[in-house]
């Protein structure tokens, strides 16, 4: 959740993990030292797709489950690599009330939904991640993405699309922010 990952030259001197890379190092920075590094030959097999890329296959996947849509999301086994801040965005780009059940949207529903992993993950890239504290891109720039989040974090505030008062509630232990309008 929090620490560095730096791409140089040279290994960081802080550096607590070092990665040899075919060109240079990458270095993980730790300062506050609450982040561990698990390295396991299988993890292919533990995490889900990559959101990135074909999604053809989401829509025989939701229909066997009946979790929450939003944390059936953040289950890494089912997609890789969307987090607490990104499924509350991709959810309120698609109009997707978070605690729908995975199993109960339309195909249509569906399809907006796809749309919204892809808009959202490659602005994100594009703004190069989202920084509340000590989040560096591996160049070392802070990201930029948390000025273009539009519900998280913003409970009270109003909705950017309809005006209503968007409003935070957990799920899974994780503040979960939605417009209860126009996300249905
Ligand atoms: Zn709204």
Redesign the pocket.
């Given at each position: 959740m929090t620490g560095r990952l730096i791409v140089a030259e040279f290994p960081a001197s802080e550096a607590r993990v070092v990665f040899d890379l075919d060109k240079g190092y990458l270095s993980f920075l730790d300062r506050r030292r609450l982040a561990t590094v698990d390295y396991t030959p299988e993890l292919r097999l533990a995490l889900g797709p990559e959101p990135l890329g074909d999604l053809s296959w989401l829509p025989e996947a939701l229909k066997g489950s009946r979790r929450p849509i939003k944390l059936w999301l953040l289950d890494q086994k089912n997609i890789a690599g969307i987090g607490n801040i990104y499924a509350a965005e991709i959810l309120f780009t698609a109009g997707i009330d978070p605690r729908r059940p995975a199993n109960s949207l339309s195909p249509e529903e569906i399809q907006r939904l796809q749309s919204a992993i892809g808009e959202v993950l490659e602005k994100a890239i594009a703004h190069r991640g989202t920084t509340f504290s000590d989040y560096r891109d591996p160049s070392g720039n802070p990201g930029g993405f948390q000025d273009l989040l539009r519900v998280y974090r913003r409970a009270g505030e109003a909705?950017p699309?309809?005006?209503?008062v968007i409003d935070r509630i957990e799920m899974g232990g994780r503040g979960t922010y939605f417009?209860p309008?126009?996300?249905r």
């Open positions: 909705c699309r309809c005006g209503a417009c309008r126009c996300q």
